[in-house]
């Protein structure tokens, strides 16, 4: 199932805010007044509270009689009915839509950072746009003090999120203050770390808990080059990740696997293990149907079938040097039996379907399933296994 994340909503009493707002969401209507003013009420049927005072915004669910007729009460849309306890929102009064930010029983959280970018890559799900970014810092400075400190992971991603070097540095710092125990990922392409000053700077945050996550894309310079549309990318992607490396900040590589990367897997498991084996892991990916990727969509996707052989010469490679290798956004059924336990249930639940087919698939309950935006294209096959 997919969920939107956000929606535009109707108002039951006078909104008295006047700027944009962020707030935790929460069930409990034992919360203290003096509090009150930092969260969003969710009030449905099984609510049943005469105390309507003070809370910021007040969430209806469903068809419900509302005790008392104060300000800042809304009709949730039903397509934000998801939204739920220690969820964080923005809600905008100038057009009273709400946006869920950071959602607690979600299996994944991103926060965009930027939409700029110095990559163009082929299939870039987010293309870059050359826009302010002060809006993106502001919305992920305003929520980490509302995230419960007991989130396990939260990514940050762009664009490019080192563009706006000084805004990124004090994304980490504050993370690392009111999120101590939740480990940040961050998807960059590395090539501003050629400069080994930015590469300290991060380490010295001394961040517990931090992973870098870079595509390399080829062990072929001019293949990388062609895939990010940035010639001398691939230079600059090995000089960051050395320097990350020289820093103690640990990296992922990642490899999104299309008709112009599948062919030198081998390779690059190779070129990999003899000069950067002290990556973390390395993971493999499948394609999303999104943004440029969309575009492409039809030239760059290729059946797992016509590359099995080639990843798992890639895998048993990574494998014999102590490599770890995961596979993302492939379902069980496109992997042949060996290669399925390195498989990630790592689609986003707001993006990922099941086809109709899969519903009595024995193969479902450990699947990552489909991209939404993949899910209907004529060229991508699922093979369901039932039992007899």
């Not at 805004?167 to 504050?174: D, G, N, P, Q, V």
């Not at 700077?201 to 961040?207: D, L, P, Q, Y």
Request: proline fraction near 5%; aromatic fraction near 10%.
């Amino acid at each position: 199932m997919s969920y939107k994340l956000s929606a535009i909503n109707k108002n039951l009493t006078d909104i008295t805010h006047t700027s944009l707002i962020f707030l935790k969401v929460t069930h409990n209507t034992n919360l203290p007044l003096v509090i009150r003013k930092n969260y969003a009420l969710i009030y449905d049927e099984n609510s049943s509270v005469n105390d309507m005072a003070g809370w910021a915004l007040i969430l209806v669910k469903g068809i419900q009689v509302l005790p008392s007729k104060t300000s800042n009460i809304i009709h949730l849309n039903l397509e934000l009915n998801h939204i739920g306890e220690d969820d964080v929102i923005k809600f905008n009064p100038a057009n009273l839509s709400i946006r869920a930010l950071f959602r607690n029983k979600a299996n994944a959280n991103a926060f965009l950072l930027t939409e700029k970018c110095n990559s163009l890559c082929i299939m870039c799900s987010q293309p870059p746009r050359d826009l302010d970014d002060k809006m993106h810092f502001e919305s992920l400075f305003k929520s980490l003090p509302l995230i419960p400190k007991s989130t396990k992971e939260i990514t940050f991603t762009g664009g490019e999120p080192t563009l706006n070097f000084p805004s990124f540095t004090e994304s980490l710092k504050r993370a690392k203050f009111h999120l101590p125990n939740t480990a940040i990922h961050i998807l960059s392409n590395g090539r501003n770390f050629q400069d080994k000053l930015l590469a300290k700077e991060v380490s010295n945050i001394n961040h517990p808990d931090l992973m870098f996550g870079i595509p390399l894309y080829s062990d072929d310079e001019d293949t990388h080059d062609f895939v990010v549309q940035s010639k001398g990318a691939f230079t600059e992607t090995i000089k960051g990740v050395m320097n990350l490396y020289k820093y103690r900040v640990p990296i992922e590589i990642r490899c999104v696997i299309h008709k112009y990367t599948y062919e030198r897997l081998p390779q690059l498991a190779e070129f990999i293990a003899r000069n950067l084996p002290f990556i973390s892991h390395v993971n493999f990916m499948g394609l999303e149907r999104e943004g440029y990727g969309k575009m492409n969509f039809d030239d760059l996707w290729i059946e797992p079938n016509s590359f099995i052989d080639k990843l798992e010469e890639a895998v048993n490679h990574l494998d014999m040097v102590g490599i770890p290798v995961r596979l993302y956004n492939y379902t069980q059924c496109m992997l042949p039996k060996s290669l399925r336990h390195r498989a990630v249930v790592s689609i986003s639940d707001w993006k990922n379907e099941f086809r109709e087919e899969c519903d009595s698939c024995r193969l479902k309950p450990d699947c990552c399933g489909l991209f939404k935006s993949i899910a209907s294209a004529k060229g991508v096959k699922v093979y369901p296994e039932y039992d007899n």
